[in-house]
């Protein structure tokens, strides 16, 4: 049986790991990213990184690498084009640098697409042949796995519901559109709609944090909505709202059998979930539709190493 070597390289942490055609992890290496230190520090802990684990078991055969790195990027080259939280990245030929280096044949694509790739093998959409898939942080990324496969599109940047535009008078988003749903759902928006509420005067048990001087966020604010805090639920009804309206918009163009969403913000649980599946229930277009499952999303912080290891296995069995 062969191994491959999966690599999660995100902006705080660079991960990995060894693992069986199944995805279970053999061995796991890490160490902080240090992404302030630009390009040439990453790579050589990127190396580190990995020839730790290659090394670190003897005698087996490693059929490739894969690698889920933060986008925009070229999976199909495998060039990391600008990722706002790299500095100093900017079509950084990744696969080829890995490559060199380890003499084995190397898959990069972006984290969030890797992710759902992960959950559709291994977490909550084992068994399904389609899915949607959201990760709701800071940001909003996501993956579409449609009859088995990743979708990739033309140039390889399919797959990002996070930049759709869900309310037109919505705010301008980084990617330069207009109300996102990263910009209306994403951890931000929750905090910043509760800041908006407290200066409009609505009560609210945060309003202490803010006269502290301390910035609000999104978890603050979800504490404070599991507690029953009007302002802090409010907030996150409304995120809910257009995560909803985000939701049926990708049921309605991809079909899934389901959506799973995962990320710091689906932690939320009931307060998040029930809103979409209301939503979805009231205005997809058919029962079929109407029925599809929203679920939380199973695999935690071992998704962005797993969805490497699933991309790596993808390439190689389509070789
Ligand atoms: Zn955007």
Same mark, same amino acid.
């Given at each position: 049986m062969g191994y491959v070597v999966g690599v999660d390289l995100g902006g705080t942490q660079i991960r990995a790991c060894l693992a069986d055609m199944k995805g279970s992890i053999l061995c796991e290496a890490r160490q902080p990213?240090?992404?302030k230190e630009g390009l040439q520090p990453v790579l050589q802990r990127m190396k580190e990184t990995i020839a730790q684990v290659l090394h670190g078991i003897s005698g =087996?055969? /490693?059929l490739g690498i894969g690698v889920g790195s933060p986008g925009p990027l070229d999976p199909r080259t495998g060039v990391v084009i600008a990722p706002p939280n790299l500095p100093?990245?900017?079509?950084v030929p990744l696969r080829?640098?890995?490559?060199?280096?380890?003499?084995?044949?190397v898959y990069v694509n972006n984290d969030a697409n890797v992710a759902?790739? $992960?959950?559709?093998?291994? +977490?909550? +959409?084992?068994?399904? !042949?389609?899915?949607v898939y959201?990760? =709701? !942080?800071?940001? =909003?990324?996501?993956? /579409? =796995?449609? !009859?088995?496969?990743?979708?990739? +599109?033309?140039?390889?940047?399919? +797959? @990002?519901?996070?930049?759709?535009?869900? @309310?037109?008078a919505g705010p301008r988003c980084n990617c330069g559109n207009v109300g996102c749903l990263e910009m209306m759902a994403a951890g931000p928006a929750i905090a910043r709609h509760a800041l908006d509420l407290m200066q409009q005067g609505q009560h609210s048990?945060?309003?202490?944090?803010?006269?502290?001087?301390? @910035?609000?966020? $999104?978890e603050m604010v979800g504490r404070a909505a599991q507690e029953g805090d009007d302002v802090a639920l409010q907030a996150v009804a409304r995120a809910a709202h257009y995560l909803g309206i985000g939701v049926l918009n990708l049921i309605h163009i991809f079909d899934p059998d389901r959506v799973i969403l995962g990320g710091g913000v689906s932690k939320l649980g009931s307060l998040l979930f029930d809103p979409v599946r209301a939503w979805v229930r009231e205005h997809a277009m058919t029962d079929l539709q109407r029925e599809t499952p929203? /679920?939380?999303?199973?695999?935690?912080d071992q998704v962005g190493l797993l969805g490497a290891v699933a991309w790596a296995m993808d390439r190689i069995s389509s070789l």
């Open positions: 990213t240090l992404a =087996i055969e /490693v100093g990245w900017r079509n080829e640098i890995l490559s060199q280096e380890f003499g084995l044949p759902a790739l $992960a959950e559709q093998r291994f +977490g909550a +959409g084992r068994g399904c !042949s389609d899915i959201l990760t =709701i !942080s800071t940001g =909003i990324g996501g993956g /579409v =796995i449609s !009859s088995g496969q990743l979708l990739l +599109g033309a140039h390889g940047l399919a +797959g @990002e519901p996070g930049h759709t535009t869900v @309310e037109p048990t945060l309003w202490a944090v803010v006269q502290g001087g301390m @910035e609000l966020t $999104a929203v /679920v939380p999303a199973a695999l935690g």
